[in-house]
Every structure is written in C-alpha cells, then in structure tokens.
C-alpha cells in the first residue's frame, strides 16, 4: 500500500486530491465508506496544518478553541473585563 507524502512542490489543493483518492482506495480496499468533503478536509487539515512558507508558521485556527481568542460570537466580558462565554454581547 502506497504511503502518502505531501508534496511541497504541488498545490495544497493537489496534495489534498491525491491524499484523497488515497484515502479512497484504501477504504474501499476494507469495505469502508469514503469519506464525504467535509470530513476528508477536516481530517486533511488536521494532519497537514496549512504553514506560511516565508515564515514557517502554521496557519491553522484550531489552537484557538477554547482559549480567550476562540472566534465567537457569544463572548461578553466581566467587570475585570475577562471574557465570558456564552452570554450576548448586547
């Protein structure tokens, strides 16, 4: 069985293709089901952070998740001006 390696000489979205047919022929290889869009993505992402190739930053929001810069719209703030979540802003 072939190993997936990113290319970095390809496009994200063509690494992300070839990842995919991949991924494809493996799991019907085991009688799975493919994967739909959303979850190849989500899994794509996950395993091969996007990174900005000047800097060599990963550029992936996922840190954020519960932590005060967690992109939301239901943030307010207390009187020591914390964040609190789940309450309107309003």
């Given at each position: ?31 799975e ?19 900005n ?22 943030w307010?703030y ?6 609190v979540?789940g309450?309107?802003?309003?």
């Amino acid at each position: 069985m072939d190993k997936f390696e990113y290319n970095d000489e390809q496009s994200r979205s063509g690494n992300f293709d070839r990842w995919k047919q991949m991924n494809n022929r493996e799991r019907f290889q085991y009688n799975e089901r493919p994967l739909s869009s959303e979850q190849a993505i989500s899994i794509f992402d996950k395993q091969y952070p996007k990174i900005n190739m000047e800097s060599g930053i990963t550029i992936n929001d996922e840190w954020r998740k519960g932590t005060f810069w967690e992109r939301e719209d239901n943030w307010s703030y207390d009187a020591n001006g914390a964040p609190v979540k789940g309450e309107s802003n309003e």
